[in-house]
């Protein structure tokens, strides 16, 4: 009966006798009325087996996805060999600027005609369409709040308050539409850096998403009302090994992109899944 109910066979039903103005209700009365497939108990349980095995897949593909983005990236990916890089403070790469570091703390009103608002689980190594996929948040601000908080492509966002796993989670924004930029701001968990013209914010969302990288971050994490907290003027003391030459730093950009693209491929199967999930009832009675 769950199964049915959440399928898109049984919410097609649902929304049919939803009421209401501001928000939807179903009376009971409506509730008993939905129509429900008469099949046998053995038809029954060979389609909840169906479901389910496609509902535990997705559990474990989700599980392994979050693990990796915790984990960080395998050093292993990383040349041990200091003597090609510089050895950088972060703070030595921050274009200086007059806008706040930290993001807005106006609550969401998700309004259709809001502008995104990344928070704390829209931070991925890199930040774009595919990483996002639909579940963001949307805020009415007036302009100069728009563009005190406004994010621009290549800026870095980090993470500055989560869970010890989570907390200095860092990523690039890259989010495009048809090759043009979504206006977007960042929300007051996160903190936003441009780095100098000189670098390469593609490469140091690598280094900071490396996994040796993120516990040297959470080196600079205090805890405070069950949260850790990350402020950036520790954070720029973070030491960034930058390569001397700028073929290596492509190569990097490359294999981050390889494995960023691989991240996302895991998450396109956990949403094929989904899919799958909802619409094995409807398939099931077409056959």
């Known amino acids: 009966m769950v199964y049915f109910l959440k399928s ?6 649902i929304e049919n006798y939803n009421s209401g103005t501001v928000r939807n209700s179903l ?19 060979r389609l909840v087996l169906l479901i389910s095995s496609a509902t535990n897949a997705r559990t474990k593909i989700i599980d392994s996805y979050s693990s990796l983005l915790k984990l960080g990236i395998p050093d292993s990916t990383f ?29 969401s009103d998700n309004e ?6 990344l928070k ?13 996929g639909e579940e963001i948040d949307s805020i009415i601000l007036p302009d100069e709040e728009y563009e005190k908080y406004r994010v621009d492509e290549n800026d870095i966002l980090i993470n500055r308050t ?6 200095g989670k860092t990523g690039v924004f890259k989010w495009k539409v048809d090759d043009k930029l979504i ?42 009302n069950a949260q850790y907290n990350i402020n950036l003027e520790n954070l720029r003391k973070l030491k960034i090994l930058y390569p001397k030459d700028s073929c290596v730093v492509s190569e990097y950009e490359c294999a981050f992109l390889d494995y960023c693209a691989q991240l996302n491929n895991l998450n396109d199967l956990a949403t094929t899944l989904e899919v799958e999930e909802t619409s094995l009832f409807c398939k099931y009675l077409l056959n």
């Not at 040349?79 to 609550?107: A, H």
């Open 8 to 13: 898109e066979y049984g919410r097609k039903q």
């Open 27 to 45: 009376k009971f009365n409506d509730l008993c009325n939905i129509e429900i497939p008469k099949m046998s108990l053995k038809e029954q349980k």
């Open 79 to 107: 040349s041990k060999s200091t003597k090609n890089f510089y050895e950088l403070e972060l703070g030595d790469m921050i274009k200086e600027s007059s806008k706040p570091s930290y993001g807005c703390s106006k609550k």
């Open 112 to 117: 259709e005609n809001g502008l995104p608002i």
């Open 120 to 132: 704390m689980n829209n931070v991925f190594p890199i930040i774009d369409a595919i990483s996002l």
């Open 162 to 167: 989560n869970s010890i796993d989570l907390v």
């Open 183 to 224: 206006d977007c701001v960042y929300a007051s968990y996160l903190m936003k850096i441009t780095i100098k013209e000189e670098y390469s914010p593609l490469y140091l969302s690598y280094f900071m998403n490396l996994s040796a990288t993120k516990n040297e971050i959470r080196k600079f994490a205090f805890q405070s």
